[in-house]
């Protein structure tokens, strides 16, 4: 993304009842282009910053392209850079991020970008895919439901990161990715660390082959920005540890 | 000015570790370099220890102890992390890393002077 | 106007939509499809991360024993529906839940909660009479799609993301589809894409709500393709409310947004603008009622309130000990707590909020259509639930029948073949999609603002005969000022504005069917409430609504309900079963 | 671009260095501290084996820790790969292995 300075532009909106503003710097551009624009946004008591860059579309600039979907923290599609760092914007109140009446928002980092504040997340998914993060079933819809205990220290962990919406928040926080735009990085590693620990998943040398490349975990440096920057307070740090763990004792021969 | 997203304690270790061990692997051929005077031309490996012996390059050695100290506390963390089940005392063992650090070089340089 | 340049483009299989439908279709095609077939999904968001599936918490139904059994999950789900549904869908319904949640687990790789022994944890909704409901923590949805998406993405299935459906295409007698038209969003160019089958699993939504909680990108767009191909549509008037929606302000998307059932069943308690419990006056479970009941509730404190400082009405958990709350209901303290509200000790301000759409496309129990070639499942199809849906059979119906159409279209292209569209149809949907080019720009959410209103205000939670007449002229007249705002065509690429006018535009086609089906049911049953027709009616004589669109004519008629398993008063339970299975309801 | 044998090489002789550096740390400690001079610490090292394998040992972890520390940075800072990237590492491992085994020598042999 290649910064090339600011535009600004009259606020043509007229503010309705609150006479207090925000001045809000949103990313403008399509490909590797853009620059920042700052709008002029009211403030309100119950606002998001999904809200703020709804209202710049709604009323002021009408050619403003963002994402979102469920707008409650559940599809991950909102995820955008404020004030530089990764957030889901449906879950961020304008208050938390709000310094000196002034909110910067980008699109996610690490991604390419379509337009405006619009990342093509597939470079995520495929990795994913990549990283094995898929379930390769042992039984099927003729066999009974597994019998697993809630107890059973493997669920214990993979249930730790089960609630990933894949908002691609850790990828965009990681330096490692930034730098070394193939490794697959934290969330697919996390996903892969949790069928390794599924008792439900029988060949888990083959969930380890696939993080085992080049691409792998081995690559972490062990930043901690996903587990710092996770809105759903996962631990993608802890998970990738996991696997190297795992990879060091499987290197030694050990069992997988 | 570091960037927004890496404003934390762990980033910050991170980035230590990673100028120290760069640091290091710079100093290591040097070091490499004039402890082999000592078989090419033993002479100029006296006046060097001479030229060791004034407070600048002193407080230069201690640079060097205290990156070493840093990198090698910061490596320690990071097997601990990587090999050991991981625990949330990460932040701590962090910090801890870095006042060991100090403790070691600090200890070094007061005996030395 | 110019003409727009098309991509055409072909494919075997076409699946609209990755929700719990559109997602299981392709599983399904992929698998039993001939090697070789090509399948394409197409879909307005991003693979998996749009739609309503994957905000699913509550959870699935399915009979798994321990007492539980098939017939019962049918009778609830009849009764719940007042009568209304499709019997031998509801009954598939109910039926195949079992294969799914074993596919889900073993072959998609979901993990459900377990009870200590291991088995599958299991509880009751509200209108349920057996701990039925199968769930991951209160996050059934994400766990659900997530795993589905990476099944799907794995396999070789072609994906178009960000492919907005504006028009299903038939052949030039009408009587079988040729493709689906579409805008791809991110260059703003329109694809045609022919396929032997389309299954349509665009989930419905019920959008034009002042208060809703569906995902932002659902907007009826599949009912009003389907209408204006000429496909019947039953049930439109039947719109479910959720009674707790959170209420956070006229300039939050999070007002809406679903505060979870569980809270009332914990002991949640609901409080009138004097901070008086009220739910006692309207029924004896007081807010342990059904969801229809509970909103019908809060909605008449609120008009008898009738304050616009102080619209909603509250829920209060405080008593049960804040940090209990806050361990029992971590998500929903930690999402009120991102807007502002605490849940755990405060009070949060709460509305009924439209939530589901019972109406759909008329199919059969494979999904299939009255025009060949095109299957519609999901919250898109009507029929299963009849006039009210059970908690937990919103997902499984998706899942089942989605599922059912991916199996259905592979078997029937075999004997299928690709179909040449109506060119003069093609070209009519992208001049539809244009027209707003040629009128001057002007803002699009005012009209949305304007139309929520006036659908909640008139085709509400509360009905009359006369409300919902002005509810169909305001609708009439928002639809006319729509024609005439614009949008700015200098950029199409990823161009919102011109998805939301185009979402206002379904959104109106299918405002105006729900008011008018709303009209043709002189009785209440289920989520359809007539302050002037307070009565359900004669069960034994129950008809559903049909709604066909011919040209700009559109018909509504009263059709007999078939009881084909199970008549009114009867059941298909053995004797002497116990009325419910569930301790305390 | 770090695969498991590399990553493996590294984790390994820092291992291995720890206690090496530890030692050394503690030598120079009490060497300075009792005020012994180069040519006094020389005389102890000077034909020793023990020392000879102590600093041989230091020299080839930290050769191959140092090589594969620096293709990291390198990778990660210029997006250098593939071929370009091997020779870095082979270069940086051979020129310090090199260097050091000559201090070695000069410390500990002769
Ligand atoms: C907050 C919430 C909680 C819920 N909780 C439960 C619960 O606990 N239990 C339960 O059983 N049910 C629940 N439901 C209902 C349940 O989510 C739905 O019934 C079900 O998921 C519908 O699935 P679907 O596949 O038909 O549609 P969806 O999952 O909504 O998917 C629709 C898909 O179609 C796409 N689409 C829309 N328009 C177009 C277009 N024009 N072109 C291309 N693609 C398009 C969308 O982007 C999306 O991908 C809940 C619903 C909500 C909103
Ligand atoms: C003088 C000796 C040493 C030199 C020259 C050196 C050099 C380096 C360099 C250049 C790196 C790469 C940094 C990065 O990837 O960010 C590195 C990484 C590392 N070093 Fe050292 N190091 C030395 C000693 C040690 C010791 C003694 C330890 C352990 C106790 C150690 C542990 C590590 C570890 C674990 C890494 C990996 C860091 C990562 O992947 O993020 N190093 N070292
Ligand atoms: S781990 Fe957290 S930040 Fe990363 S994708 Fe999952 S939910 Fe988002
Ligand atoms: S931020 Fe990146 S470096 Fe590792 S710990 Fe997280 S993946
Ligand atoms: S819009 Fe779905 S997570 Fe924000």
Redesign the interface.
């Known amino acids: 993304m290649r910064y090339t300075g600011f535009r600004k532009r009259a606020n043509r909106c007229a503010v309705s009842g609150n006479d207090k503003t925000m001045e809000v710097s949103v990313w403008r551009g399509s490909g590797g282009q853009g620059a920042y624009e700052i709008f002029q946004v009211p403030a309100q008591d119950n606002q998001t910053v999904l809200d703020v860059v709804s209202y710049i579309q709604q009323e002021i600039d009408p050619s403003l392209t963002y994402r979102y979907a469920c707008r409650v923290g559940m599809c991950g599609s909102c995820a955008m850079m404020v004030n530089g760092q990764p957030r889901w914007t449906c879950r961020t109140h304008v208050k938390k991020v709000l310094t000196a009446g002034r909110l910067t928002v980008a699109p996610l980092r690490n991604l390419p970008v379509i337009r405006d504040l619009a990342a093509d997340m597939d470079p995520f998914f495929e990795k994913w895919v990549k990283a094995g993060g898929v379930h390769k079933p042992g039984r099927s819809r003729d066999d009974a439901i597994q019998q697993v205990s809630p107890e059973d220290p493997g669920r214990v962990e993979a249930n730790k990161a089960i609630e990933c919406i894949n908002c691609a928040v850790c990828y965009a926080a990681c ?2 990715v930034a ?4 490794y697959l990085g934290p969330a697919a590693l996390q996903r892969a660390w949790t069928l390794y620990n599924d008792v439900k998943v029988t060949d888990r040398a083959a969930v380890l082959a696939s993080v ?5 975990c ?2 972490c440096h062990s930043q901690g920005s996903c587990t710092r920057f996770c809105p759903n307070e996962l631990d993608p740090l802890g998970s990738v540890a996991g696997l ?1 763990r795992a ?2 004792r499987s ?1 030694f021969g050990g069992k997988g | 000015m570091i960037r927004p997203h890496r404003r934390h304690p762990l980033w910050l270790a991170y980035m230590l570790h ?1 100028l120290s ?2 640091a ?2 710079l100093f ?2 040097a ?10 031309d033993p002479d100029q ?2 006046q060097f ?1 001479i030229f060791a012996d004034n407070p600048l390059v002193k407080f230069a050695e201690f640079g060097l ?1 205290f990156l ?1 100290a840093v990198h ?1 506390f910061g ?2 963390r990071l ?1 601990a992390l ?2 050991l089940p991981w625990s949330q005392r990460q932040k701590s063992l962090a910090a801890g890393a870095i006042a060991g650090a100090l403790l ?1 070089s600090g ?2 340089l007061l ?2 002077v | 106007m110019t003409r727009f340049e098309i991509e055409r483009d072909e494919t075997d299989i076409l699946i609209l939509g990755s929700g719990g439908a559109g997602l299981f279709a392709a599983l399904h095609a992929a698998q039993s499809a001939a090697p070789g077939t090509r399948i394409t999904l197409a879909v307005k968001g991003l693979i998996g991360k749009c739609g309503c599936t994957r905000m699913v918490q509550g959870g699935y139904n399915v009979a798994l024993g321990g007492g539980d059994t098939v017939e019962r999950h049918f009778m609830d789900t009849i009764n719940g529906g007042k009568w209304l549904p499709n019997q031998d869908m509801a009954w598939r319904l109910c039926e195949q839940a079992v294969v799914r949640i074993r596919e889900l687990e073993n072959e998609v790789g979901c993990f459900f909660d377990r009870n200590p022994d291991g088995t599958l944890h299991q509880k009751a909704f509200a209108g349920q009479t057996a701990d039925r409901t199968v769930h991951k923590g209160d996050l059934t949805g994400i766990e659900i799609i997530s795993r589905l998406m990476e099944q799907v993405l794995a396999r070789p299935v072609r994906k178009l993301q960000e492919h907005r459906a504006v028009g299903l295409v038939p052949t030039k007698d009408g009587a079988s589809l040729a493709g689906v038209l579409f805008i791809d969003m991110r260059t703003g160019r329109f694809r045609f894409v022919r396929a032997k089958a389309v299954m349509m699993g665009t989930g419905g939504g019920p959008t034009m709500y002042k208060y809703h909680t569906p995902s932002g990108d659902k907007t009826m767009d599949g009912l009003a393709m389907a209408l204006r191909v000429g496909l019947p549509l039953r049930d439109m008037e039947m719109v479910q409310f959720h009674p707790t929606g959170l209420l956070a302000g006229d300039y939050t998307r999070m007002t809406g947004t679903v505060l979870e059932e569980g809270l009332r069943g914990a002991g949640g308690q609901l409080l009138n603008a004097r901070g008086e419990r009220f739910m006692f006056d309207y029924d004896k479970r007081g807010e342990r009622a059904t969801r229809d009941v509970v909103s019908r509730g809060i909605y008449a404190e609120m008009r008898k309130n009738n304050d616009p400082t102080q619209v909603g009405m509250f829920i209060s958990m405080g008593h049960l000990g804040p940090d209990n709350v806050r361990r029992k209901f971590a998500g929903m303290v930690k999402r009120c707590a991102d807007s502002g509200f605490d849940l755990a000790a405060g009070k949060v301000e709460v509305v009924p909020t439209a939530h589901y759409f019972m109406g759909g496309v008329v199919v059969d129990p494979d999904t299939r259509t009255e025009m060949e070639g095109l299957y519609v499942a999901g919250e898109d199809a009507g029929g299963a639930h009849g006039s009210n849906r059970l908690g937990g059979n919103g997902v499984a119906n998706s899942t089942v029948f989605g599922g059912i159409a991916g199996d259905v279209m592979a078997a029937d292209i075999r004997r299928m073949s690709l179909r040449d569209p109506d060119e003069t149809v093609l070209q009519a949907e992208i001049a539809r999609a244009c027209h707003p080019f040629s009128k001057k720009a002007d803002k699009i959410q005012p009209l949305r603002n304007k139309l929520q209103e006036a659908m909640w205000e008139d085709v509400g939670v509360m009905r009359t005969g006369a409300g919902m007449q002005r509810g169909v002229k305001r609708v009439a007249g928002i639809r006319a000022e729509l024609m005439e705002a614009g949008v700015d065509p200098s950029n199409l690429a990823f161009n919102l504005t011109w998805h939301d006018w185009l979402n206002m535009a379904s959104l109106v086609e299918v405002s105006e069917v729900i008011a008018r089906a709303g009209q043709v049911r002189e009785n209440s049953r289920g989520a359809h409430f007539r302050e002037d027709f307070p009565e359900s009616g004669d069960l034994e004589s129950s008809y559903f609504t049909l709604a066909r669109k011919r040209g700009d004519d559109l018909t509504l008629t009263r059709e007999q309900v078939q009881f084909t398993i199970v008549r009114p008063g009867e059941t298909v339970l053995p004797a002497h079963e116990p009325e419910t299975l569930v301790a305390t309801q | ?4 044998r ?3 090489a590294q ?1 390994l002789s ?2 291995m260095m ?1 206690p090496l ?1 530890l030692g050394h ?1 503690a030598v ?2 009490y060497a ?2 009792g005020g012994l ?2 040519a006094e610490i ?1 005389g102890r090292t000077k034909g020793s084996i023990p020392w000879f394998l102590f600093y041989g040992a230091f ?1 080839l972890a ?1 050769s191959v820790h ?1 090589a594969i ?2 293709r ?2 390198l ?3 210029t ?1 250098l790969k593939g071929r370009l990237l091997e020779a870095f590492t082979w270069a940086v491992m051979l ?2 292995t090199v ?2 085994a ?6 500990t042999l ?1």
Do not use: C
């Open positions: 330096d490692t730098g070394s735009p193939d085992t490349g080049p691409e792998g081995t690559n190297k990879l060091a290197f | 990673r061990g760069l290091l692997a290591l051929p070091h490499f370099w004039v402890l082999s005077l000592a078989l090419t490996l006296d220890l102890v070493l090698f490596g320690l097997l990587e090999f070691i200890t070094f005996r030395a | 671009m770090l695969g498991i590399l990553y493996m984790r820092a291992m720890g550096v740390l120079m400690i300075i501290q001079s180069s020389l020299v930290v140092a520390g620096l990291v940075i990778h990660e800072v997006g020129g310090l260097m050091g000559r201090a070695v020598l000069a410390v002769l």
